[in-house]
């Protein structure tokens, strides 16, 4: 039988063989002595030939508000961003394809350009004062300058994504971007440009 508890220097999770309540052993993470809570948990644990405790299995990582965001969340705002387009193509394609004049199919192709007009200023807006599209909002994560601070309009949408939309013209330049996501720091080229970053909320 072992004592399963957390060390109080670092908090990781210990569990001691052979010791009890109070005994002294070493931490394997931070390396601080530490001594055997009277709460201590008791649990099933393979020995250990020293009886010094081991490391538990850690637990899977957290995502933390303030830290970077990770590549997947990101993706999924992206795409959810990218899919809003849809329902607006739709009622264009289902007003277009039954109607039998030519009215009917300009008035399908407005309400389509009225409704994408709508949609870019409402991200614009929540980019430009949150920091956040709806992507964004609806996954935590949110565009923040590199002193944590928003942007505003100027770097979340401006540098972001207007300038970076006509650097797209050159070729390849898109996919180049998006690999910088890839590098420890996790920021795009427009978010060097722009100097941002995207963190949890």
Known sequence: MSLSFNCPH?????VAQYLRPGDVCKCHQCGQECSVPVDATSVWQPSSADGQPTMAAPPPPRQVAGQLADRGTRLG?????GLLVLPLIIVW???AGTSESDAGE???????ILG?????????WLLSTEGQSIGKRMLNIKVVKLDGTNGGFETNVLMRLIIN?????????????VLFIFSEERRCI????A???????
């Open 10 to 14: 670092c908090n990781a999770s210990l």
């Open 195 to 201: 100097g941002t970053k995207v963190i949890m909320v």
């Open 116 to 124: 994408m007009v709508g949609l870019i200023a409402y991200q614009w």
């Open 190 to 193: 427009h978010d060097h440009i």
């Open 93 to 95: 394609v289902i007003i």
């Open 77 to 81: 705002a992206q795409l959810i961003d």
């Open 165 to 177: 939309g006509f650097i797209c013209i050159i070729p390849l330049y898109c996919l180049v971007d």
């Open 106 to 112: 300009l008035m399908g192709f407005l309400l389509f």
